[in-house]
């Protein structure tokens, strides 16, 4: 992949999306990873408006100091860039409280997790409206369009994808590129919707490497039946969450009514 030519490409497409849809700029949630600090990145690079928000709730600490740092570094290398902090906390602790409370608790995580990504949504769209911004999407290939791997209207909810059509490796490319800190170079993925340490990987059970070779091989027809050992156990992953996330990737089902029942 040419760096120079794939940057200067996607900076060309932010600028001209943005002016011909008449806004000022773009708002994104930097959240300390590696794909928020890439597209906010990008976005700076067109020289618009851009509006970094930082939107904790019950984060860990290290997330918080590498989404400040980077954010530090961007309005220390770009024009225009600006930050607002949003604590979520309180507002995500007060709408769990006046929810009804559940035998087990755990049965809830997974929802519980996908609410802290769609306040952030709602954050996002509130800060785009006031400005005349544009939401920013930090999605790459594999989580869009492999494996599901984000939140249906919650982070899943932007105007724009700027790196949806870059590997996970290829983001990790451009990024050195691009100079942006080591500290998030070097930081495993995660989605940081858990309040603790766990990573992608983690809850994946394979990294992106892998998960770029799976879903190379079903795109060209591979079945499980075609690995052994750890590739078939990659691949399997892979189709799992292929197939139960394929909701997100596909439009909204339309209940279409008959012509006949109409007249």
Known sequence: MNSEKVVNHIVSWLKDYAINAKVK??????????????????????????LCLEMPIHQADSQVSRALNHIDWLKKNFNDVSMTKVNLTPVFDSLVSSFPKVEDEEERFMSLANTRARLRMTSLYYFAALNGYLVAGTGNKVEDFGVGFYTKYGDGGVDLSPIADLLKTEVYQLAEYLGINKEILEAAPTDGLWGDDRTDEDQIGASYPELEWAMKMADNGKTSSDFSGRKKEVFDIYKRFNTANKHKMLPIPVCEIPLKFKN
Request: glycine share 20%; net charge neutral; with cysteine.
């Open 25 to 50: 700029g773009f708002v994104i949630g930097v959240s300390g990873g590696i794909d928020s600090a890439l597209t906010s990145t990008l976005c700076a690079k067109t020289g618009l408006p851009l």
